[in-house]
């Protein structure tokens, strides 16, 4: 009949619980961090992707623009209209 051992063995189950629910605060909280890398790095794509877009759109644009100066100048230089 050893006294001191029972005195413990009610804490032992309190002890587990919080242990599991430090662990479970644990895993919630990486689990948030990694929703949040996940949302930035999808959030990144996107805007990578639009500004790849619009670098695309203004290269089209000068092409088009020089294109046309120099049919309006070769227009020009045959004694066309332009």
Same mark, same amino acid.
Request: proline content about 4%; charged content about 15%; aromatic content about 2%.
């Given at each position: 009949m050893d006294h001191g051992h029972a005195? $413990? /063995?009610p804490q032992e189950p309190a002890a587990q619980g919080q242990e599991g629910g430090l662990a479970l605060l644990v895993v919630v909280g990486v689990l948030g961090v990694m929703a949040v890398l996940g949302m930035s790095f *999808? *959030?990144?794509a996107r805007l990578e992707r639009q500004a790849s877009q619009q /670098? $695309?759109?203004a290269c089209k644009a000068l092409l088009l623009a020089r294109s046309g100066l120099e049919d309006a100048l070769a227009r020009l230089s045959a004694g066309q209209d332009p």
């Amino acid at each position: 009949m050893d006294h001191g051992h029972a005195c $413990l /063995r009610p804490q032992e189950p309190a002890a587990q619980g919080q242990e599991g629910g430090l662990a479970l605060l644990v895993v919630v909280g990486v689990l948030g961090v990694m929703a949040v890398l996940g949302m930035s790095f *999808v *959030v990144m794509a996107r805007l990578e992707r639009q500004a790849s877009q619009q /670098r $695309l759109s203004a290269c089209k644009a000068l092409l088009l623009a020089r294109s046309g100066l120099e049919d309006a100048l070769a227009r020009l230089s045959a004694g066309q209209d332009p």
